[in-house]
């Protein structure tokens, strides 16, 4: 073989043992490649650990509801909770005396369609009675202080004015200024307090130990007389429902988060700035019915 030829077969021979020997810097180069690929995946694993960890949602439902943004600013509340995948289960802090029986209906049919998604655990502090209570009913289960105030299961209103003949006024009907009768509008009382007495008595059924005559008289209980007539579950605080809440949706490392505060974060919006107001300041000519105990 001519010597220039073995010497370009040489020559070739020896840049393929550099090109296919591990050098240092290759090795190095590669540890550097693979530490970056396994630290690029724990991140993501983490991250989704992160983004995908439960929560208890809280919602607050305080004072007398008696204007329907009121009633909004919860519905808004209940749709954000139902919608939002974190969140898992529900927990209502109630200290409310009640308030308007359409509102409040609204917020109790509400409750409703969220819990047939997610269960809902009510938590009674200082006052669930009359509409409050009515909204409690909606959860799966239902704790109260001992000295809480709930029941006053029933409703009132105002009777319309007789109609009164006038020189200067004229109606196209004869209740075009009230409404109704009188009469009419204690029919629609009582079909108010049956309702409520309706929704009672379906969702607490056997654990009831009063009768529904004893229940109509509207009284208010104790959360100690409240356990003993069946209308709670347990005494309780808000963290012992935050506690069943997420047992009853099988979550064990969670966080509560506050709905309210949440949305704030989220959308920043003008706060609610009515001042509350009393029954006597709405004046109405139509009767207005109440699932409302006024405060002592």
Known sequence: MPYNLREKLNLVKNKMEVWFT?????????WIILALIIGGLISVFSFREFIAKPEVGVIRISGPILFQEQTDEILEQLRYAKEKKTIKAVVLEIDSPGGEASVVEGIYLALLRLREEKPIVASINQRGA??????????????AKPDSEIGSIGAWTSLPYPE????????????KDTGMTRQKA??????LRQSFLGVVLFHRG??????????????VYTGIEGL??????????NFDAIEKAADYAGIAHYQVVDIAGKMAEKVQTEKWGVTQPTTESKKELLPTYYYLIESR
């Not at 204690?186 to 079909?191: I, N, P, R, T």
């Not at 003993?228 to 605080?237: Q, V």
Request: hydrophobic residues 40%.
């Open 22 to 30: 591990p050098t240092p810097i290759f090795l190095v180069w590669g």
């Open 130 to 143: 009359s509409g409050g209570y009515y909204i409690a009913l909606a959860s799966n289960f239902i704790y």
């Open 164 to 175: 009164m003949p006038s020189e200067d006024i004229l109606p196209t009907g004869p209740f």
């Open 186 to 191: 204690v029919g629609q009382l009582e079909m």
């Open 206 to 219: 056997e654990k009831l130990k009063i009768s529904a005559d004893e229940l109509t008289k509207a009284e």
């Open 228 to 237: 003993g007539a069946g209308l709670i579950d347990e005494i309780g605080s």
